[in-house]
């Protein structure tokens, strides 16, 4: 299991953090396990970090225990109708770390997730990519994925979703390019563009 207690605290030593793994782990596998998730899950950490082992492979990711740890992080607080997701699980991160000299690039790496724009850190580009993955995935999980969005925007008149989820996929599908490594481009673009478009035809 990608989200075990025991690769958490692998990391966490890596890190030479202080305080209780232990607690941490298990405080945000309560997160990911919230009633008002459907998509910003377990599954979705999961699948991040198998993404980022293959990624890691490459040997091209200049520090990929920080961006493991802003993964683990990244989705910790998560209420679809709050706009402060990202800067609260960021603000997590810094209470896990506390004095340690990586707390601060950890939660700028999380702040990422919001914009999907890179600032200027060797790795940007690669959590980014790594969190937009989902996109390329096989189409039954695609059409799952955006069936879980819709879940955790039940709240939301339908004429409305149709509209505003329309605008945020074909913002994707207009982007030069949808991935930013050369390594996910040549993964994942490709399928990505076909299964963005499908989407966007069945909403």
């Known amino acids: 299991m990608m989200t075990s207690k025991e690769r958490f605290e692998a990391l966490w030593r890596r890190l030479h953090l202080l305080g209780d793994a232990s607690a941490w782990h298990a405080r945000l596998l309560e997160c990911y396990s919230e009633p008002q998730r459907a998509y910003h899950t377990l599954q979705h950490l999961e699948e991040c970090l198998l993404i980022l082992d293959d ?4 040997r091209l990711i200049a520090k990929p225990d920080l961006i493991e740890m802003a993964l683990w992080f990244h ?13 609260l699980s960021a603000q997590m991160a810094l209470e896990a770390f506390g ?20 600032e200027e850190g060797a790795d940007d580009a690669w959590i980014i990519d790594i969190d937009l993955a989902i996109f390329a995935q096989p189409i039954d999980r695609v059409q799952e994925y955006e069936r879980q969005i819709r879940q955790e925007y039940g709240w939301v008149p339908e004429a409305v979703y149709v509209e505003k989820r329309g605008e945020i996929l074909s913002g994707f599908l207009q982007r030069k390019q949808i ?11 490709v399928r990505a563009r076909e299964n963005l478009s499908a989407l966007i035809d069945s909403i």
């Open 55 to 58: 990624a890691k492979a490459t």
């Open 75 to 87: 989705d910790a607080v998560y209420d679809p109708q709050g706009s402060e997701n990202e800067a």
């Open 99 to 118: 004095d340690h000299p990586a707390a601060q690039e950890v939660a700028r790496l999380i702040m990422l997730t919001k914009s999907h724009q890179p």
């Open 179 to 189: 991935y930013l490594t050369a390594w996910a481009r040549e993964r994942f673009e």
